[in-house]
């Protein structure tokens, strides 16, 4: 019956569908029939207004005027195109819905796209070209999407670089010379030629900071950078700012050059090629450094760093700065409770391939490639025996008494050598600092509420018999009380929150396997293993020590 109903518009663009006045239908229209005709009427590509054929199938079965004054069920339409953005406007994604029996998109109706939408930076045109050649060929109402346009992120600006100018004595000393290699022993008739500068060098240059470059949405918008971080080109001992270059770093005395962090120093150095019974014992305000070893018996003592080209044996070494050393510290075994052989004690870091049987003491970090052998450690940060690989590091026998945390690959060892490690020794002074804070901030609001109770009494008074230097006497009190609780609140608050992080890093972190008579120890808490296991990680929560999955429960003694 659709037959009857239905034909094209004079401009054969629509196909409408109207009763003849003079048939009368003698079944009820159907929609799956619908396609059959419109195929045969070659307008199967035209889009089917579905709301509408169900509107005239309505009218048709209840005979209304719509259904033979004709409505308009089909159409033809052209490809029709749509921008979105996304990722903040940062991508412009045009979407194309192919034409019902209509031509493709054309060139304005894009450029009209992208205007709506407001696109106007980091367009694509061959990917504009690429959806008016799609657009001719996709079926009736497929939808082909095609990124056009991309915004461009802003350029985070470069940090200030510092680039030293003259070359690190402390490196040239822990590396063979001349084709040797880091197997080989250091042959102290080629320890390189001694690095020194004179009056007016250049020793370090500051790059400054940049700014960064600005990025664009697609819409234009302008995304301003982050610029880098800048820093100030610091004057070391014995340097100077150039007078004809801010950023130029100059020797102000002749000297050795020891690079430090954005600076430089320029020290009289003393260089050694080994310290013995030749040399005697070395106590030197500055900086020593040794290409060779410092032999049993001997005192090396530094206001400055000691760096070492190979071994400290049985020798008692101290400095104010770091201790480097190139090889190994090591010490003999002594009976028990008797002192250790060997001592190396810095306020600074010390760094060694491996120790044992020594007593090492750092304000900061202890630092240990190999492994440390039944050593008494004690460090301000953290204890990390462990190659730049992460794979190797033993930690094994003697006591560690270690303020931050403690890394390595193998903590103990076979056998029945006990291993005690007490991690985050600074537990006990953050809780006393907490405990003196809370006690200060109490106080102060103590203080706080009798300037007040001050202040009530004040003006229940008469006012002909208050003062106004009582009056700003009170004023001036209630000033620096709130200044004084507000600073102790924020220092609370401050060293709480530093409390709570340092719960979290300050871990033992075991990453390949721990032995038997491990004991470890966080504050008045402490464990110790019964058999080896895996790797494994210790936590303290202020109330017990937390294990990784890694042990069970009857693994470890209380």
């Not at 709570?500 to 871990?507: F, G």
């Not at 019964?530 to 990680?537: A, E, F, L, M, P």
């Amino acid at each position: 019956m659709w037959k009857l109903c239905l034909e094209w518009s004079e401009d054969k663009k629509k196909v409408y569908a109207r009763i003849p006045g003079d048939i009368e239908l003698g079944v009820e229209l159907e929609t799956k029939e619908l396609s059959e005709q419109l195929t045969e009427m070659n307008a199967e590509d035209a889009f089917v207004e579905q709301s509408e054929v169900l509107r005239f199938i309505n009218c048709a079965r209840d005979r209304k005027a719509e259904a033979y004054e004709g409505i308009a069920i089909a159409r033809i339409k052209n490809a029709c195109v749509d921008v979105e953005l996304s990722d903040n406007d940062m991508l412009a994604t045009m979407h194309v819905t192919g034409a019902y029996g209509g031509r493709g998109v054309r060139g304005p109706e894009i450029i009209q796209a992208l205007t709506q939408a407001r696109v106007s930076k980091g367009i694509n045109k061959l990917a504009l070209k690429k959806v008016l050649v799609v657009s001719c060929q996709l079926k009736p109402g497929e939808v082909f999407s095609q990124p056009v346009a991309i915004g461009k992120a802003p350029i985070k600006g470069c940090d200030a670089i510092f680039t030293p100018l003259v070359k690190d004595i402390t490196k040239r000393i822990l590396r063979p010379q001349g084709g040797q290699s880091p197997s080989d022993k250091i042959d102290l008739r080629n320890l390189g030629e001694t690095i020194a500068v004179n009056v007016g060098d250049e020793l370090m240059r500051r790059t400054p900071a940049t700014k960064g470059i600005s990025g664009y949405t697609v819409q234009g918008r302008v995304i301003p950078p982050q610029a880098g971080k800048d820093s100030a080109l610091k004057v070391g001992k014995g340097t100077q700012i150039s007078t004809s270059d801010p950023n130029l770093l100059v020797a102000a005395q002749s000297g050795t050059p020891l690079i430090k962090d954005k600076t430089i120093e320029v020290d009289n150095a003393l260089c050694l090629n080994n310290v013995g019974v030749n040399t005697g014992h070395i106590k030197f305000k500055g900086n020593v450094i040794i290409g060779g070893n410092i032999e049993s018996g001997m005192v090396v003592k530094a206001t400055g760093s000691i760096t070492v080209g190979g071994f400290i044996e049985s020798a008692d070494v101290q400095a104010e700065g770091g201790i480097q050393v190139g090889k190994g510290i090591i010490g003999h075994t002594v009976s028990d409770g008797q002192p250790k052989s060997c001592h190396v004690r810095t306020k600074g870091v010390i760094r060694a391939s491996y120790a044992q049987y020594s007593e090492l003491v750092s304000c900061q970090d202890i630092l240990l490639s190999v492994h440390s052998m039944n050593n008494d450690i004690k460090c301000g940060r953290n204890l990390i025996v462990l190659d730049a690989s992460g794979r190797n590091g033993t930690l094994s026998g003697g006591e560690a008494k270690v303020g931050g945390k403690v890394i390595c690959s193998q903590l103990g060892v076979e056998g029945d050598t006990a291993t005690k490690i007490e991690a985050f020794s600074r537990y006990a002074a953050y809780r006393h600092r907490i405990a003196e804070l809370k006690n200060a901030y109490k106080l102060a609001q103590e203080d706080t509420m009798s300037v007040i109770r001050k202040e009530l009494e004040f003006k229940k008074r008469p006012k002909e018999e208050r003062t106004n230097e009582e009056q700003a006497q009170i004023d001036s009190l209630k000033l620096q009380n709130n200044k004084q609780l507000e600073d102790g609140k924020h220092k609370l608050e401050l060293t709480e929150n530093e409390f709570q992080i340092a719960l979290e890093e300050n871990i033992v972190d075991v990453k390949d396997r721990i032995y038997s008579r491990v004991t470890v120890k966080f504050a008045d808490d402490c464990i110790t293993t019964k058999r080896s296991h895996g790797n494994c990680t210790f936590r303290f929560n202020q109330y017990e020590i937390k294990f990784s999955a890694g042990l069970e429960e009857e693994d470890i003694a209380v």
